[in-house]
């Protein structure tokens, strides 16, 4: 739910931020709106640092927390008549890959009012001296630890908000493995309190153990490995063959035109490319990747994690059947199938208002399809032909790839 107004069977939440220094480091201020509370929900950790307050309900966060916070929070409803009846308990500023969002999300920006303790990425760039603007900030308390791979650029500097005191050295591998083992990391534990503490080494040479509450600074040291922009080289990609190669692949993103938040349908998905590199545009895009062949499928998964964006959603299927029940596109690739009954209306049918089809065709069968879709609902209809320059004996002459002819519509 994300309106303006809480119902009236929800209750309203302050979210408290604790830094690492525990409840000494809460202003007076803050210490009275916890106190005064009816219900505290929290972490074991937060919860056991609160001095007792007769008759106070304290309830921990459940487990999965996402799949039990509507249950818990339904079951709040006779402690919601005053504003803070009800406070949830978070780490630092709780936006920052915190509880707050997710609480927001739930009941309304109107319903929670959020009281942050200065946040670990604001500690972590005071401690190193980095600028806000001069370095890029990842969460992994709940992801893949390979989404890191998506920020590899020589010289770039990331913030690594970990999930425990693993998380260094599964970064340390993951960077050591994709050629960035010379990268300095410096881990920053506790944050903010009596305990802080430093450790630095490179990616190669990572060892050290770490506090379970701990910030990574990467300064990432290795070889490029290719652009943001769309249209990665093939060898990037583990395929059989069936991959949208580069330069297609970049004519068809130019057109599908990825934006923040929006999601995309790579249908016929192949090695996974189209929505890979739609993902790699900006971290609030998602996709999922629709393919009929499972080890295929599995291919695309570790594209995806390989190349930074494990969060693609590969559904094995074949369209339109495949396509059921899936969240609703902002984009649709598709790569294969287009002659197959179904899947075009399919397809134009999920497309929500302001959406992008782009439809990919290599034989006479498919050609006639995208010329009749053309005929009925316009659109462009472009055909692209692609040669490159190899040897001829001793000479050097053109060989062409197979001319793609490409269909595109806007909603």
Sequence with gaps: MSGTTAPAD???????G????GWAGVPPR???VVLGASVVLGGGRHLAMLPEVPGQRREPWPSPLRAGLPALLASLGGARPEAGAVVAL????????????TLVGLLGRDAVTILPAVSSVALARAALGWAAGSCAVVSLTAADPS??????APGRRVLVLSADERTPARVARLLDGAGYGASAMTVLGDLGGDRASRVSATAATWRAAVPRLNVIALDLAGPRHGGWVAGLPDDAFEHDGQLTKRDLRASALARLAPVPGEHLWDV???????GI???????????????????????IARNAARLGVPGL?????????????????????VGGGATRDGVLEECLAALRPGGRLVVHGVTLQTERVLADAYARHGGELTRVAVETAAPVGSFTGWTPARTVTQWTLER
């Design 268 to 274: 016929g998905a192949g090695a996974g490319s189209v």
């Design 30 to 32: 803050v210490r009275e």
């Design 147 to 152: 989404l890191v791979l998506r920020e590899l």
């Design 313 to 333: 959603r590969v559904v094995t299927g074949r369209a339109p059947s495949a396509l059921a029940g899936l969240a609703a596109p902002d984009a649709v690739f």
């Design 277 to 299: 590199e739609w993902m790699r545009a900006h971290p609030a895009c998602t996709a999922t990747a629709v393919e009929a062949d499972a080890w295929r499928a599995a291919r």
């Design 10 to 16: 929800r209750p309203r939440l302050v979210v408290v």
């Design 90 to 101: 978070a780490s630092g500023d709780p936006l920052v890959s915190g509880i707050g969002a």
């Design 18 to 21: 604790i830094g690492a220094d």
